[in-house]
């Protein structure tokens, strides 16, 4: 069924489009917001819109498992095809975005080797080309945009989310989402409610006090040259069920508030961002607060002698994060630097047993996640940090010199290096006192207006203490390397 979708769409779109206009590769951000304006069927009336890119990239690493000896090299190749048809009526749009292949379609030989990190990296057995990995076509944007008049819009549907201000601590995912934003003389001030997990059952009495929403109010005005961009966010997760957490190579234990009440995990995430200029200065920054409270959060304790229930338990902890960037473009590129923190509290998140009366909490930090790209290795890729679903550096501090869109001599070649310093801020774990830098180049080629190639490399160095290094396999990892290679097509 897909499949038939999918080949009416591309028909719908070869018979019906015009050719639009040329979209650089280099310079686009978001496709969605995109405005470029297609006939169709001559109706003047409706107005139909498709941007999108295409990506094929190909990976050789050598350590990427932070091994300090017996270091293996790998490769692999990734790929995905992004579409973002925007239908226009009136004063209501409908926005969506299609994604294909989004993956690898390289599927596993040997099952029983699992994914880190839900990446390629770390895949010990040999893959074979499988055809079902490419049949993955999913909606990932579907909703409507619709303007009262110049100063009032509605959104309703799925659509970004997770983002706000600049790339810091952002991963820009699809968010069922109500949302109504307006202008003042002041600037323009919004409001959402976003369902996250629907727990209501029609045969149990208050199962809707367990359901997952968050709730936001922000705004964006001007001062001088500088934006100011605040957002409350503010989550409650009164189910807060979390099956089957590894917590060592035997244990696992799965978390759960489902109570028919308003326990669980309530969540406030403060952000202020700012952009513009600051004389000569390019600059942006963003601050950033997260308040968790865990209240009465039942668990299971499964070891090799069986399941354990554990008494409930309570715990609360604060994450801070701060990040500044400033450039200035020269006649060469761009020369800049960036800098960014993240806190860390070892007494923060769940409550991990290491025997039958005792136990450590799992500790929290302040992540940069996905979208920031930290460096291509150990930020982008490894993820360097505490806690297995961390997307970016975690609880550290980062400092990064870098140059951009430097000419080469060379019509549409540009080149990119920056040198990037990592200190912990972590404690009482394997990354108490570590310390790194990586060292990344890039050259860039546009071969014509809308397609770019790309070659990338890193090299990466992890310094880790001495009380510490049993956990890295008896000593700091050897040094990590990384090259990389993307063709991109963007309309």
Same mark, same amino acid.
């Given at each position: 069924m897909k499949k038939v979708l999918l080949a009416v769409l591309v028909i719908f779109i070869a018979t019906a489009v015009y050719a639009g206009d040329k979209v650089d590769p280099l310079s686009s951000t978001s496709q969605a917001v995109r405005d470029k304006t297609y006939k169709i069927f001559g109706t003047p009336q409706v107005q139909f819109d498709i941007s999108g890119e295409f990506s094929a990239r190909g990976y050789y690493w050598d350590n990427a498992a932070l091994k300090?000896?017996?270091?293996?090299?790998?490769?692999?190749?990734?790929?995905?095809?992004d579409l973002f048809p925007k239908l226009k009526v009136g004063n209501t749009t409908l926005i969506t975005k299609i994604e294909m292949v989004d993956q690898s379609p390289w599927a596993k030989f040997d099952s029983s080797i699992g994914d880190t990190n839900k990446s390629e990296l770390f895949d010990a057995s040999y893959d074979k080309y499988s055809s079902s990995k490419n049949d993955n076509i999913s909606l990932e944007r579907a909703y409507i945009h619709h303007d009262f008049n110049e100063n009032l819009f509605t959104e309703v549907g799925l659509m970004d989310g997770q983002w706000w201000g600049t790339t810091f601590s952002d991963n820009q995912a699809p968010k069922w989402r109500v949302k109504f934003q307006g202008k003042t003389p002041y600037g323009a001030i919004g409001a959402l409610v976003e369902k996250i997990?629907?727990?209501?059952?029609?045969t149990v009495e208050d199962s809707e006090k367990d359901d997952y929403d968050a709730y936001a109010l922000y705004g964006v005005t001007k001062v001088g040259d500088l934006t100011i961009e605040p957002l409350f966010f503010y989550h409650v997760d009164s189910a807060f069920y979390r099956p089957g957490v590894v917590t060592s190579a035997a244990t696992s234990q799965s978390f759960s508030a489902l109570d028919n009440g308003n326990n669980g995990v309530k969540v406030l995430y403060? &952000?202020?961002? =700012?952009?513009?200029?600051? $004389?000569? !200065?390019?600059?942006e920054a963003e601050l950033g607060y997260i308040s968790r409270d865990a209240k009465d959060i039942s668990f299971t304790w499964t070891t090799p002698a069986g399941t354990n229930q554990m008494p409930a338990f309570d715990n609360?902890?604060?994450?801070?994060?701060?990040?500044?960037?400033?450039?200035?473009?020269?006649?060469?590129?761009?020369?800049?630097?960036?800098? &960014?923190?993240? =806190?860390?509290?070892?007494? $923060?998140? !769940?409550?991990?047993?290491t025997g039958p009366t005792s136990f450590v909490y799992s500790g929290a930090g302040f992540d940069f996640r996905q979208d920031f790209k930290s460096n291509i290795i150990l930020g982008d890729e490894i993820a360097l940090g505490s806690g297995s679903s961390n997307e970016d550096l975690t609880g550290m501090t980062f400092i990064q010199p870098y140059i951009k869109g430097v000419k080469l001599g060379?019509?549409?070649?540009?080149?990119?290096?920056?040198f990037g310093y990592i200190m912990s801020?972590?404690?009482?774990?394997?990354?108490?006192?570590?310390?790194?830098?990586?060292?990344?180049?890039?050259?860039?080629?546009?071969?014509?207006?809308?397609?770019?190639?790309k070659v990338d490399g890193g090299y990466a160095s992890i310094g880790v203490d001495k009380d510490w290094e049993a956990s890295w396999g008896g000593d700091s990892p050897d040094p990590i390397m990384l090259l990389k290679h993307e063709i991109l097509f963007t309309f």
């Open positions: 300090s000896d017996d270091t293996v090299t790998n490769s692999y190749y990734q790929g995905y095809i997990a629907e727990t209501g059952n029609s403060i &952000a202020l961002a =700012s952009k513009g200029k600051i $004389g000569p !200065l390019g600059m609360d902890w604060k994450e801070y994060g701060a990040y500044l960037n400033l450039w200035n473009d020269m006649d060469f590129g761009r020369i800049g630097g960036k800098l &960014a923190y993240g =806190s860390y509290d070892e007494d $923060g998140g !769940l409550k991990i047993m060379i019509d549409n070649l540009t080149g990119s290096a920056s801020n972590q404690k009482d774990n394997k990354f108490e006192d570590l310390d790194a830098w990586e060292v990344d180049l890039g050259v860039q080629y546009k071969l014509s207006d809308n397609l770019l190639y």
